[in-house]
C-alpha cells in the first residue's frame, strides 16, 4: 500500500494453510512514517522468524524495506514486472514475466487433482475469491501473459491487494517442508514458520 485508499495487506501462511488477512485501512497509515509503520505492523504480526515478501511494484515498498532491513529483518523483493524463467508444471510453457508466473503457481497449487490433493487452504473470504478468480490468462508468443492489474481492477471496480498478498506469499515462500500427503482424510504439514 501506498497510503492511499487501498490498504496494506498481510498474508500470513504456515506451509499451504493461510490465515486470516490482516488489513490496515490506507485512510489509517501516516504518509510521512509509511515505511516504519508499514514495518512495524509487519514486525507485530511476524511469528517464528518467517520469512518477509515485501511488493516492490512501483517502488512503493521501497521504504518499508529499509525500514525491516533496519530491524535486522533480510525481504524478499517481490517485483511482478520482472522477467522470470520459471515454468508451468510440465515445463511446456513459460510466462511473461513474474506476476503471471506467481499466479499461474498459485492456480497450479490449487488443482485438487494433484498427488495429495491441494496443499492449499485459503479463509472463507468472497472478496479473496474474486480476487484470485478474476484475472485471466492469455498465450502470446513469449509465454503465458496474465491480465493487467489495472484492467482486473478496473472491472471489479477495486485493487486485488487480498489476492495479491496471499499469491506472493505462496511464490517467494519457503515451500520445502510441505510434505503434501493426505493422512485420514487431512493435509498434514511439519512445523515451520508462517510467511508474512
Known amino acids: 500500500s501506498g497510503g492511499g485508499k487501498d490498504p496494506m495487506v498481510i498474508a500470513c501462511r504456515h506451509d499451504g494453510w493461510y490465515a486470516e488477512l490482516i488489513k490496515v ?10 515505511g516504519r509503520q508499514q514495518a512495524g505492523t509487519i514486525v507485530a504480526n511476524r511469528r517464528q522468524e518467517a520469512m518477509v515478501i515485501v511488493d516492490m511494484g512501483g517502488g512503493y515498498g521501497s521504504s518499508t524495506f529499509e525500514h525491516l532491513k533496519d530491524n535486522r529483518i533480510d525481504p524478499f523483493p517481490y517485483k511482478g ?14 510466462f511473461t514475466n513474474v506476476r503471471t508466473a506467481a499466479y499461474w503457481g498459485f492456480r497450479e497449487a490449487l488443482d485438487p487433482n494433484q498427488d495429495g490433493g491441494s496443499p492449499i487452504a485459503l479463509p472463507r473470504d468472497q472478496r479473496l475469491l474474486a480476487d ?3 484475472p485471466t490468462f492469455t498465450l502470446k508468443p513469449n509465454g503465458i501473459a496474465l491480465e493487467t492489474k ?35 482424510g487431512r493435509n498434514t504439514y511439519r512445523n515451520k514458520p508462517e510467511v508474512v
Open 132 to 134: 484470485l478468480t478474476a
Open 25 to 34: 485501512q490506507g485512510h489509517e497509515l501516516d504518509q510521512d512514517q509509511l
Open 81 to 94: 514486472a520482472e522477467k522470470t524463467t520459471r515454468r508451468t508444471i510440465d515445463r511446456n510453457l513459460g
Open 150 to 184: 489495472e484492467k482486473v481492477c478496473e472491472r471489479l471496480g477495486r485493487s486485488t491487494d487480498d489476492g495479491d498478498a496471499v499469491v506472493m506469499a505462496w511464490f517467494a515462500g519457503d515451500r520445502r517442508l510441505y510434505q503434501g500427503k493426505l493422512q485420514g
